[in-house]
């Protein structure tokens, strides 16, 4: 299997006045293409960090990052932002829908961003929103819907430019367990039909149905467990 | 992103708070209305002041008589007769030396009262040629004008001004009957149309001929001489003033034309009159072009006004777009981990405030369309709204959307993505 992600000896420095923080400390990882990895440990052990590499919204100090074989870690700018829009796709705790756009003009953001034609991109929302289960709301505003269907939104939208991986951070974190299960339903599903998935969580659930959970401290990988 | 994508997503989040928009760009608004409405009263003021001047004439010059300054320790209380102005030698001198000359025309002025029956008008009986009528653009109402033979047998006969006929005689036909003018009878053989109508200005202008009773100078001279009776703060004085006017008309408008015969006036009457300061020449053509220069001036200024309130508009605009940048962090740094890149983030805000500037702009032409009608109904002043002003404003309001979206539009683009997304 061919590795769609691969960090080496990323690490990532913040100054903060005087102090240097070193957030990321030298990481090595690798996730093969169709891996469900969970990424678990305490507050400030540099999950966020990570995962803000992996998304390209941020690029290491050292090392090297490459994203489905592309060196991706001294990009510019409007080359990340390329790589977010075409090969990544971001699942947030607190869903980030835009509040004033439709449903399915929420999914069309990232579609519009690839400069797709605005009647295909019409067509791939429907698609994602009926997909996602959520075909009678098209029409809805986020505020009208609930929390576990404004996620679904959201993962619609993350899948928009179908993305060779998918970034989540703290999915269930804003919703009640029964929700929460349906959403880890939802990534499952995803899963299974060979995404990559990338989640970052504090919730032991979700680490049960990944195929691999890494457990960061203090800006390094600390220990790594497989599920068999 | 397209265009029509980028306003239509730009129109949906300012309609998300359409008040907040709507005062935000009333700045705008004012402004663009304020420069259409000066714009439109300073035009109208123009073309009032040049369609006077135009009905003067432009090919004409005009030579009055004007008082001399009194000289010092004047003999006030005595009965004396003052002598000045054009005379009928620098009429033949004119009709003479002067090229380029279509026709020259003498008028004399005399207030008089006209009568007919009990009914009695104050009013100027001016002594002239037929020509007259060509040269001051002057149009019968009815009957006809002065000819030469009436001036060659002194013949008693008169046309009245519009504003004399319908004094004296209603709505009836002045013309065939008799009026009296001072002591003297004479028989009425046209009418003239007013003066004032058809200009589009307002009441008084060209009211000169309104007033006027028109007889053959011949006539006039033989009846009434050239001593005029003038009553000055109780003292009776006696002017000699051969003629109050002379219009030369020149054989073109053609500026280069009426110069040279303005500067040959000149000459002429620099020789004749010396320094007697007797005698005015107007040279309409001339006043047109002060008249031009003038509302150039007046333009600029306004043009200061106008950059003035767009600046504040614009600033007002840049307020709000700063604080709305502020307010939608997240949203920024949202569209960006979705892959908007920074110029995707300048679009988008830039298209919000030209939107506003541009629809701003757009109600203030809208409003810059009815003012100058409120102002010209309610003061009577005229307006004029010419299709530049309103390309000129719309087009200044979209300039300021830009200008004073770039910085806001800058400052969201500029946002750490990361930074962003964590904000609350």
């Known amino acids: 299997m061919t590795a769609i992600v691969r960090l080496e000896g990323a ?42 590499l992996l998304g390209c919204l941020d690029r290491p100090t050292t090392g090297r990052y490459w994203l489905a074989g ?48 605005p009647r295909t991109a019409r067509e791939r929302s429907t698609g994602l929103a009926r997909r996602m289960g959520l075909g009678e709301r098209t029409d809805h505003r986020p505020g009208q819907l609930s929390g576990g269907q404004q996620q679904r939104v959201a993962i619609g939208r993350a899948l928009a430019n179908d993305p060779v991986v998918l970034l989540a951070d703290e999915p269930t974190g804003n919703l009640d367990s029964a929700t929460g299960l349906e959403i880890l339903d939802v990534l499952d599903g995803l899963c299974a039909a060979g995404r990559t998935l990338i989640v970052v969580t504090h919730d032991p659930k979700v680490a049960t149905r990944a195929h691999r959970t890494i457990h960061m401290l203090d800006g390094r990988i600390d220990r790594e467990e497989r599920r068999a | 992103m397209r ?37 439109a009263i300073g035009e109208g003021v123009k073309e009032e002041a040049q369609a006077q001047i135009r009905q003067l004439g432009a090919s004409n010059l005009i030579l009055a008589s004007v008082k001399p300054p009194e000289p010092e320790g004047g003999n006030e209380g005595n009965a004396r007769v003052l002598a000045y102005g054009l005379l009928r030698r620098d009429l033949e001198a004119i009709r003479l030396a002067i090229p380029e000359v279509r026709h020259v025309v003498p008028r004399r002025d005399v207030p008089v009262e006209a009568w007919v029956g009990h009914r009695k008008v104050q009013a100027t009986c001016m002594g002239t040629e037929p020509e007259y009528l060509a040269v001051a653009g002057l149009r019968l109402a009815g009957g006809r004008f002065l000819t030469r033979t009436d001036g060659a047998e002194r013949a008693a006969v008169c046309v009245l001004g519009a504003e004399v006929a319908r004094r004296l005689f209603d709505h009836r036909d002045p013309v065939g009957e008799l009026i009296k003018a ?11 149309a007013a003066r004032g109508e058809g200009t589009g200005g307002t009441a008084g202008v060209g009211g000169e001929s309104d007033m006027a009773v028109f007889v053959p100078l011949p006539t006039l001279q033989e009846r009434t001489g050239d001593l005029v009776r003038v009553v000055t703060s109780g003292s009776m004085s006696s002017e000699s003033v051969e003629l109050h006017r002379i219009t030369v008309q020149a054989v073109s408008a053609d500026e280069p034309v009426v110069q040279r015969v303005a500067q040959a006036l000149r000459a002429l009457i620099r020789l004749r009159h010396d320094r007697k300061e007797d005698v005015r020449l107007t040279v309409p053509q001339e006043l047109l072009r002060q008249a031009r220069e003038s509302k150039r001036i007046f333009t600029i200024l306004l043009a200061c006004i106008a950059a003035i309130s767009l600046l504040v508009g614009g600033i007002g605009i840049m307020n709000i777009m700063l604080a709305t940048v502020v307010e939608r962090t997240r949203e920024i740094g949202v569209r960006r981990a979705l892959g908007a890149a920074r110029r995707h983030i300048v679009a988008q805000f830039l298209a919000e405030t030209v939107l506003l500037s541009v629809g701003g702009g757009a109600l203030g032409v809208g409003l810059g369309l009815l003012l100058p009608q409120v102002v010209t109904w309610t003061l009577g002043m005229p307006t004029l709204v010419l299709p530049e002003f309103l390309v000129l404003a719309f087009g200044i309001s979209a300039l300021v959307g830009v200008v004073f979206g770039l910085y806001p539009a800058a400052r ?12 609350e």
């Open chain 1, 70 to 117: 592309r060196d991706v870690s001294r990009l510019d700018d409007a080359a990340l932002s390329r790589e977010r829009n075409r090969r990544l796709g971001f699942v947030f705790q607190s869903y980030n829908l835009i509040p004033h756009l439709t449903v399915l003009e929420n999914i069309e953001v990232p579609l519009d961003y690839a400069g797709v034609a």
């Open chain 2, 412 to 423: 969201a683009a500029d946002l750490d993505p990361v930074e962003a997304l964590r904000h």
């Open chain 2, 3 to 39: 265009i029509r994508r980028l306003v239509r997503m730009a129109w949906k989040s300012l309609w998300l708070h359409r008040l907040r928009s709507l005062l935000t760009v009333l700045g705008i608004v004012f402004g663009v209305m304020s420069v259409i409405s000066m714009l």
């Open chain 1, 11 to 52: 690490t990532r420095l913040y100054r903060m006045g005087e102090h240097t923080v070193r957030a990321l400390d030298g990481v090595d990882l690798e996730v093969p293409e169709g891996q469900y990895l969970a990424v678990m440990g305490p507050s400030g052990s540099g999950k966020s960090t990570l995962l803000n």
């Open chain 2, 182 to 192: 001072g002591t003297h009878t004479y028989r009425v053989v046209g009418t003239l």
